[in-house]
């Protein structure tokens, strides 16, 4: 029987205990010998009786850690009596960049622990949880090379540190009042407040209302009580689009519906916004006029101080930055950009090396891929060429693939904006360095005039290299399966093969080989982008009646305004055509007059969503039509529908308005799956995967789940990679992978 070996472990290995619990195990078993991180992976040498009881717990590892693969060989070199934890050494970079941790129930006893040496201090933290992404500079994860390296430890910290029964053995983020960064509390001019306890002022100062930009893990918030949401609302110029909050845990229940996985979730390590229905679809309004409310439980000891002292068990938290933009990292920077916006600042002395926004998740999908969950590790094999995807523009992030995975960035923002695309160059930058990557190809957008487009060809210029464009929803489905499937892509925008407009996709074949088989009716966009901005437009496009010029002049359109209009859309002036479902959406919105004026992204289809949910959807017609291979749904005919309904429906009435909308999701829906199901059985094809931001849309999306189930067909829905955007730059280096494998 083996008694002795070197046990090579790979996988989310640092920054969640791995030495200490390899340590403490062999002390358990009475083994001797050492432990080491070596860049992404341990090494581990060992001898004793007990050697395969102890191979059998190191497999399985601590709570954080995924180990991918243990490799023994044998040990031939002595091992010296008892068991030791060397310093890091550089190795292998397997693409182990831990994420951040919510703070562990231990590490909360401890701070309210009466008389403990953590009472009170709001960066406690153990080898269990704590900040990780947020202060990595260099891999491995060990202090020297994050933002705490500037706090030298105490001599009781350096204690726990050394101690294998303690929990902050080897613990890189190990900090106490008498060592680590603090906090301090400034007014709008930059005075500093001399008061003793700066969370207890902060606190008072939310409960009197006042607006308070707080450094937190990966960036800065804007935190106020649900009372100051209006005047919140005022100074950022954001009357519609929703704010999360952050809950004391004992009032959840009392503003959502909550799942037994969603408080899973909201409890996890990852402690994300989740999107949650509200009790009452009306409450809580100021703070989101949807039917939902995206909520996250506190995740830093500092949250839970704050808890401690309010006397509001809710907060607004929402990020500092503009929507799209990078998080806010610097004090400096925050009383810049958000002078006027907020009254006071709550900041720290820990720098922030990598920006990151709380990850966001609806019903078990990842909407923002980011704290927490991101940088993200997927094992997958897509050939020995490294690749970089420079993802889409709203909602872009970055993926890097090296030897068998794939490494998707947090969330980035929209880089149609030069600031996001400079975060974009920076988030490529570091992954490439923290993964020691030589890129060999750059895959892109096929939109010639996106900025990640020109910069992933900068990137190929600069470096030599090829590179791939790759369209929107073919990105989508090779992000969801590599396997041949039906994929039904739905969004708002994407540019397609021909130029036009796409976003309500269905495609045959598998990665890279899709080919378009179905998709939404192509319909006019009078005005381009502007009819994405006035979803009446996009009506008009859909349905170019006079009985809509009608309902349009009834809402205070002009006379010349609607010539206007007619005109582009009678001669195919200023016109893109689409298959976009999210403009279809869009349409129907307006036509119902929930929504005239886009603010925020997807505002006109999520507040339809949110009508539908009061509603009860009917069956309606559909209309298909053929043009050789090619099938498509009329949403003209749906729109029909909907106006036929709403002529016979009493002026005024919400439930026949909640019912129509109903009606409409759930056509459009069994419409798009219609498509799918006829494409599986025409070309011998058993599984159906969905991808794209309608997707988030429950209706939608579980009609669709329904059509396809019903149909016999297996329906595929990643639960890994978000839906919407934040999977182009996962599913582009798919695409490049799969495409350069089949050249070979
Ligand atoms: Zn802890
Ligand atoms: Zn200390």
């Given at each position: ?46 001898t ?10 190191i497999s399985r590892?601590?709570p ?15 091992v010296g ?21 919510a703070?562990?129930?231990a ?9 403990g ?84 002022e ?9 607006i308070?930009g ?52 909201l ?11 509200k ?121 890097v ?21 400079d ?88 990665a ?19 009819a ?22 009834s ?96 002026a ?89 494998r089949?050249?070979?």
């Open positions: 029987m083996r008694n002795r070996g070197r046990i090579i472990v790979r996988g989310i290995v640092q920054g969640v205990g791995f030495r200490p619990f390899v340590y403490a195990k062999a002390q358990e078993l009475g083994l001797s010998g050492t432990v080491q991180n070596l860049g992404s992976e341990v090494e581990i040498k060992a004793g009786e007990r050697f395969l009881d102890f191979l059998d717990v590892g601590p954080l850690a995924r180990i991918d693969s243990v490799q023994v060989a044998d040990l031939f070199e002595p009596s008892g068991f030791t934890i060397l310093p890091s050494a550089p190795g292998a970079l397997t693409g182990m960049i831990p994420p951040d941790v703070t562990c129930d590490c909360i006893a401890d701070i309210f622990h009466e008389g040496r953590y009472k009170g201090y709001y960066a406690t933290s153990c080898t269990n949880c704590g900040p990780r992404y947020s202060i990595i500079g260099q891999l491995p994860f060990d202090r020297e090379r994050t933002s705490m390296s500037v706090f030298p430890m105490c001599p009781a910290c350096a204690a726990e540190y050394r101690d294998p029964h303690c929990r902050r053995h080897h613990a890189q983020t190990i900090a106490c009042p008498d060592c680590g960064p603090v906090l301090t509390l400034y007014d709008a001019q930059g005075r500093r407040s001399d008061c003793c306890d700066p969370v207890r902060t606190a008072d100062l939310l409960d009197a209302g006042r308070i707080v450094r937190g893990m990966g960036g800065f918030h804007i935190a106020c009580i649900e009372e100051s949401a209006d005047e919140l609302k005022r100074r950022l110029g954001r009357t519609e689009q929703p704010f999360a909050v952050m809950v004391r845990p004992d009032a959840l229940d009392t503003i959502a519906h909550v799942s037994d996985d969603e408080r899973d979730l409890n996890s390590p990852v402690h994300p916004i989740v999107v949650l229905v009790r009452d679809p009306s409450a809580h309004a100021g703070i989101s006029n949807l039917h939902t409310i995206g909520c996250m439980l506190p995740y830093t000891g500092l949250h839970h101080l704050l808890f401690s002292y309010l006397s509001h068990p809710l907060l607004i938290m929402t990020s500092a930055n503009m929507p799209g933009y990078p998080m806010i990292t610097d004090i400096d920077h925050a009383m810049a950009k958000l002078s006027g916006n907020a009254d006071f600042f709550l900041t720290h002395n820990r720098a922030i090396v990598n920006r990151c926004d709380d990850s966001v998740i609806r019903d078990g999908y990842i909407i923002r891929l980011s704290r927490g969950i991101a940088p993200r590790r997927t094992a997958i094999d897509l050939g020995n060429r490294c690749i970089l995807g420079v993802g889409p523009e709203l909602n872009a992030n970055a993926t693939y090296c030897d068998g995975f794939a490494i998707t960035s947090p969330h980035v923002g929209n880089v149609r904006n030069p600031s996001t695309l975060y974009l160059r920076e988030t490529v930058a570091r992954l490439r360095r923290l993964l020691g990557a030589h890129f060999d190809v750059v895959a892109h957008d096929l939109h010639p005039q996106f900025l990640s487009t020109r910069f992933a060809q900068e990137l190929a210029d600069e470096a030599d290299i090829e590179h791939i464009p790759v369209q929107h929803h073919r990105a989508h489905i090779a992000a969801t399966t590599m396997e041949p499937c039906i994929g039904i892509a739905i969004d708002g925008v994407g540019y397609g093969d021909d130029g036009s407009v796409w976003g309500g996709e269905v495609f045959c074949g598998q890279p080989d899709l080919e378009r088989v179905a998709h939404l009716e192509p319909v006019p966009m009078p005005g381009g982008d502007l994405t901005r006035f979803p009446e437009r996009m009506l008009y496009g859909i349905l170019p009646e006079p009985e809509i010029l009608g309902l349009l002049a809402k205070g359109w002009s006379e010349i305004e609607l010539g206007v209009l007619k005109k582009q859309v009678d001669r195919g002036i200023n016109v893109a055509m689409t298959s976009s479902t999210g403009r279809v959406l869009d349409a129907a919105s307006a036509l119902l007059g929930i929504c005239r004026e886009r603010t925020y992204d997807g505002e006109p289809a999520m507040k339809l969503e949110s009508a539908a949910a009061q509603g009860t959807p009917e069956e309606w017609d559909l209309i298909f039509s053929s043009t050789g291979r090619t099938e498509t749904l009329s949403t003209r005919a749906l729109m029909e529908s909907a106006l036929a309904r709403l002529r016979e429906a009493p005024g009435d919400r439930r026949s308005l909640h019912d129509i909308a109903a009606s409409f999701q759930f056509n459009l829906a069994r419409g798009i799956a219609r498509l799918a199901t006829n494409a599986a059985h025409k070309n011998g094809i058993r599984t159906v995967a969905l991808s794209g931001g309608v997707a988030y849309n429950h209706m939608v999306r579980e009609t669709i789940r329904h059509e396809i189930s019903r149909a016999s067909l297996d329906f595929l829905i990643s639960r890994d990679e978000p839906l919407g955007d934040g999977c182009v730059s996962f599913g582009q280096c798919v695409y490049a992978g799969t495409l350069l089949q050249r070979n």
